[in-house]
């Protein structure tokens, strides 16, 4: 009521209805020094955490959040995993990209990505919401897996103008050189850049599977007539700068707890999925490959040590 009073009173002695900047009660807790000192207290921190910084400054947890969110510049971030590089990797990563990028900077990247699903690695469907864990079903608390669980491979090329047909097999299944050809060449990444790329300012950039740069795929990719990447100009371990890693792609597949334990459902469901992926999040992607090449090429890959 005091609240709507003094709003009404405001409007009567002609005064503007919002607050005046740097009116109201002045901070005890968080002054300007100690909102300096709480940022450069999280900053990079790996050791600290919200609970450490309440007994620091004596509050509440609410509002060390509160200050966080609403007077610095600090986010709560998770990490992100990268592989493991050997010092070659490294030095020639910057090398090879620079190359990379003058050699192609003016082409439309087409990619190729293979990845497996598997429901136990979807970190979503790892919580629950309950009152009293000890009385939850456990069809709720727990999650049954398999000692060797099946899963699937999926292959897809991806450029600016959307997605390849997808090759979708059984995960044990491997991709020689006779399978690559037969599938996803053949099959799947000719017909995509016969249909959407026929102007030729395109690039196939494969990953250095040996499988992918044999003998009889480039004589086929030559025959074709399609513009690749030489195996002598692809950078070697940096997935940072590739766009197709598709980890939205477990998300859909999974969302809301699905899963089921029959082949045939799942390979429907993942095409299902890829139909209905954002076209402009799939253009993004692609688009923005250009940018992380150059990234590279000036300061270098992301160190793993």
Not at 211 to 231: M, R
Request: hydrophobic content about 35%; overall charge positive; glycine content about 4%.
């Amino acid at each position: 009521m005091r609240t709507i009073y003094n709003i009404i009173s405001r409007y009567h002695n002609e005064l503007p209805l919002e607050r005046k900047h740097g009116s109201g009660r002045k901070a005890n807790i968080f002054t300007k020094a100690k909102i300096f000192l709480l940022e450069q207290l999280f900053h990079n921190n790996l050791k600290i955490t919200i609970r450490h910084a309440t007994k620091k400054f004596k509050c509440s947890i609410g509002l060390v959040h509160k200050t966080l969110k609403q007077n610095t510049s600090i986010r709560y971030r998770k990490k992100m995993t990268i592989p493991k590089k050997s010092e070659k990797q490294i030095s020639m990563a910057k090398t090879k990209c620079g190359r990379f990028y003058r050699k192609f900077s003016g082409h439309a990247f087409i990619q190729e990505s293979y990845f497996t699903l598997s429901h136990s690695t979807i970190n979503s469907n790892d919580w629950f919401y309950t009152n009293d864990i000890w009385t939850a079903p456990a069809t709720v608390k727990f999650k049954t897996k398999k000692k060797f669980e099946e899963k699937v491979l999926v292959w897809v090329a991806l450029g600016p103008k959307g997605l390849s047909k997808p090759l979708i097999i059984r995960s044990g299944l491997s991709i020689n050189a006779e399978r690559y050809l037969k599938l996803c060449m053949k099959c799947r990444l000719v017909p995509y850049i016969r249909n959407d790329y026929q102007e030729g300012e395109y690039v196939f950039w494969p990953d250095l599977a040996a499988a992918h740069y044999s003998k009889v795929i480039l004589e086929h990719l030559n025959a074709e007539n399609i513009n690749y990447v030489d195996k002598e100009d692809n950078p070697a371990n940096v997935p940072e700068v590739r766009s197709i890693e598709f980890k939205s792609l477990k998300s859909l597949v999974y969302a809301n707890g699905w899963q089921t334990e029959n082949f045939k459902k799942l390979m429907t469901r993942i095409k299902y999925c890829l139909n209905r992926m954002d076209q402009t999040v799939v253009h993004r992607l692609s688009t923005t490959v250009k940018r992380r090449i150059d990234h590279v090429r000036r300061y270098g890959v992301i160190e793993s040590s």
